[in-house]
C-alpha cells in the first residue's frame, strides 16, 4: 500500500522559508511524478510544484520553490522562500506511479496517492 507522509510544516514569519518533506512507502519516487499541492481555506486545490522526468511549477512560484528529491531517502521535498501570507494553506504531496504524465502533470486529478497535508502559515 502506497503511502505518502508529508512533515515540515509550521508557522512562519512573511520573508522566512521552509523546506517541506513527503516521505514514499512501496512507490519509488525516481521513477514517478512526484507533486505538491496546496489549499488555503475556501479555495480550490492548487498546483505548486511537480518533478518527473520534467520538473513543473505553478505560475504563482516565480522562483521561490525548488522541488527536488532524495532518491536514497525516497522522499520529495519542497523548498520554499521569501514566503507570503498568500502561500497559508494545507500543503498535500502527490504521487503517480510513471515518470512522465505528458501534457497534465498540474492536474490533480492525475494523481492516484496523496498524502494527509501538513500545515503552512504565514504570518504578517
Known amino acids: 500500500q502506497v503511502q505518502l507522509v508529508e512533515s515540515g510544516g509550521g508557522l512562519v514569519q512573511a520573508g522566512g522559508s521552509l523546506q517541506l518533506s513527503c516521505a514514499a512507502s512501496?512507490?519509488?519516487?525516481?521513477?514517478?511524478?512526484v507533486a505538491w499541492f496546496r489549499q488555503a481555506p475556501g479555495k480550490e486545490r492548487e498546483f505548486v510544484a511537480a518533478?518527473?522526468?520534467?520538473?513543473y511549477y505553478g505560475d504563482f512560484v516565480k522562483g521561490r520553490c525548488t522541488i527536488f528529491r532524495d532518491n536514497d531517502k525516497n522522499t520529495a521535498y519542497l523548498q520554499m522562500s521569501s514566503l507570503k501570507p498568500e502561500d497559508t494553506g494545507v500543503y498535500f504531496c502527490?504521487?503517480?506511479?510513471?515518470?512522465?504524465?505528458?501534457?497534465?502533470?498540474?492536474?490533480?486529478?492525475?494523481?492516484?496517492?496523496w498524502g494527509q497535508g501538513t500545515q503552512v502559515t504565514v504570518s504578517s
Open positions: 502527490a504521487a503517480a506511479p510513471v515518470p512522465n504524465l505528458g501534457a497534465a502533470p498540474k492536474k490533480s486529478d492525475q494523481y492516484m496517492y
Open positions: 518533478a518527473g522526468t520534467l520538473t
Open positions: 512501496a512507490l519509488i519516487v525516481r521513477y514517478a511524478t
